[in-house]
């Protein structure tokens, strides 16, 4: 796969109506501009990955669109070498941005297919910081917790208790709530027993599913 100029400058024009959508962290839109969104793609939906669209991925999964990648990832303030846990590695592209804002990812997919496939792309595009597991997120990861930043791609019913223990004091979840349709909330853990929920609007996500996938 090859990043030609042409896609560098499709993805500076996503990169500037992302910021007139309202997108104002330099360092989420400096993430899109140089992660190859065409890279966690088919080639058969390649020309379309700088539209502001979510596209469709193997395993009847969607790849999210760049606003909403662009929205979580802008409410999670990430600061450099954070360690934050993302459930529903996907097609790897929401990992990547992290990973490229310098943030210790860890990724977990309940598709054992998606979950093969994405641990490789990363791997050959050269993000050490972004690891790969084959889990079922609704219980979070727990060898690696306590996490700074916790992010689910998926539309939950409702926030998994395991995902609000794994997280630290003074840090922060976004995750979409919501059977058909989500309210994309930011949780802020005050302390152990304390937590602050925000709403950020509607959004539309693939559901967040218990169990594992096997190949
Ligand atoms: N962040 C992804 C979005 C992929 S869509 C991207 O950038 O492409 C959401 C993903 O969440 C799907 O791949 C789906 O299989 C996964 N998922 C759903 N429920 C899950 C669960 N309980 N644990 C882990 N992953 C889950």
């Known amino acids: 796969m090859e990043d030609t100029y042409r896609h560098k400058g499709l993805r ?3 990169v ?4 007139s959508k309202g997108i104002h962290d330099d360092k989420v839109l400096a993430a899109m501009d140089v992660v190859p969104r065409h890279f966690f793609l088919d080639s058969a939906f390649a020309d379309l990955a700088y539209e502001d669209k979510a596209l469709p991925i193997e395993c009847e999964q969607t790849i999210s669109q760049p606003y909403t990648v662009a929205f979580q990832t802008q409410l999670l303030e990430i600061k450099k070498r954070e360690r934050v846990l993302e459930i529903g590695t996907g097609s790897g592209y929401q990992a990547a941005i992290l990973g490229a804002m310098g943030a210790r990812v860890f990724t ?3 598709q054992e297919h998606l979950f093969h496939q ?3 792309l990363l791997q050959e595009m050269g993000f050490t910081n972004v ?3 084959f889990r079922d997120g609704t ?3 727990k060898e690696f917790a306590p ?3 916790i992010i689910v791609t998926a539309g939950a019913v409702k926030v998994p208790r395991e995902l609000l223990d794994q997280l630290k004091v003074n840090g922060l979840m976004v995750i979409p ?3 058909r349709f989500q309210k994309m909330k930011r949780i802020i853990k005050k302390s152990e027993e304390e937590y602050v929920e925000e709403n950020w609007g509607d959004f539309r996500f693939v559901p967040f599913v218990e169990g594992v996938e096997p190949e």
């Open 139 to 141: 219980k979070g990861l």
């Open 131 to 133: 690891r790969c597991y």
């Open 12 to 14: 500076r024009k996503l």
């Open 118 to 120: 994405t641990r490789k």
């Open 108 to 110: 977990v997919e309940r």
């Open 16 to 19: 500037e109506s992302l910021r």
């Open 147 to 149: 996490y700074d930043k």
């Open 177 to 179: 709530v919501g059977r």
